[in-house]
């Protein structure tokens, strides 16, 4: 596009008639008195719609008032936000309701209000979503470590805080390096712990010892975790992953069977009386015996010889 009034005349370098295409009478065509250099562009007022002159972005962005519709100047931002005037009253003339826009989009002040994630973003929360999440997160996690029917290694080789903690508790053997640190850290945020903490912790150590680490949130060293009962041994850390690796070949190399229906009676154990222990006990015995481990652990006693078991 040309400048001054040259677009006014020439349409593909081509004068039309003689009449002049914008400002005087080309509007009596197109917009009933409003130049048609609104609708086409070109003159000095000829980019109200579509950009470039003094006042030439009204609707579509880039002049002083232009974009007051889509954004970008001074006023730009009072539909979508971020300009000085990013709630402005013009903007709910055009979309209705006299409230700012900004509230149903974001981005300004209160652009958060809707959306969440601001101060009152908590006010919006949905009774139930932190105990769903817990069920359905750490709970869940905790309880397929316990529940699985195969012996479960925790390696620790860093330092394991809040769920960190239970999910190592929660594993039937806990080797930890050197470097290793244990830290019940809900008190700490004012948080209740979770992942079974209050469940596991005062069956391993008491429920004196545990709450005091979850009241004070203090560190325990490898050390210190190992002198409780929280680890069974602790390496350094440069041979942890071995040591790992040669207790995991150890099970997987024994009678898994067997294994299993004891990890079940161990861990069933602490929440039941001596009457039920006895008869889990005895059923598991009564389905252990009907498998080749079974079998083969007898013969190899009977024969002064190592077993070779095959895990069924």
């Known amino acids: 596009m040309a400048g001054g009034r040259g677009a006014e005349e020439r349409v593909g370098g081509e004068r039309r008639a003689g009449e ?35 006042r030439g972005t009204e609707q579509h962005g880039g002049g002083e008032r232009g974009t007051e519709q889509h954004g970008g100047g001074e006023r730009g931002a009072e539909q979508h936000g971020g300009g000085e005037r990013g709630v402005g009253e013009r903007l709910a003339e055009q979309r209705g309701g006299g409230e700012p826009v900004a509230e149903q989009h974001g981005g300004g002040e209160r652009g958060g209000e809707q959306r969440g994630g601001g101060e009152r ?29 195969k012996p479960v290694i925790a390696a620790v080789n860093g330092t394991a805080a809040g769920l960190g903690v239970h999910l190592a508790l929660a594993c039937d053997l806990v080797l930890a390096a050197e470097s290793a640190r244990f830290i019940e850290v809900f008190a700490r945020r004012g948080l209740v712990p979770d992942g079974g903490g209050a469940y596991l912790l005062p069956r391993l150590i008491g429920p004196q010892r545990a709450k005091e680490l979850m009241f004070f949130g203090d560190a325990l060293t490898a050390a210190d975790a190992e ?16 040591t790992a690796h040669d207790w995991a070949a150890r099970l997987a190399a024994g009678p898994t069977r067997a294994l299993a229906l004891t990890k079940q009676l161990v861990n069933a154990s602490l929440d039941t009386d001596r ?14 015996m009907t498998t080749a481990d079974a079998r083969e652990g007898v013969a190899s006693f009977a ?9 069924r």
Do not use: W, Y
């Open 227 to 242: 002198r409780l009962g929280l680890v069974n041994r602790v390496v350094p850390d440069a041979d942890l992953p071995k």
């Open 121 to 149: 973003g908590a006010e919006q929360r949905t009774a139930g979503d932190v105990a769903r999440m817990l069920r359905l997160g750490a709970q869940r996690l905790i309880s397929a470590v316990l529940d699985c029917e």
């Open 20 to 54: 002049p295409v914008a400002e005087e009478r080309g509007a009596e065509q197109h917009r009933g008195g409003e130049p048609v250099a609104e609708q086409h562009g070109g003159g000095e007022r000829g980019t109200e719609q579509h950009g470039g002159g003094e």
């Open 275 to 288: 009457a039920t222990a006895f008869t889990a006990e005895a059923a598991a015995q009564e389905i252990n």
């Open 303 to 311: 024969e002064r010889r190592e077993a070779r078991f095959r895990g």
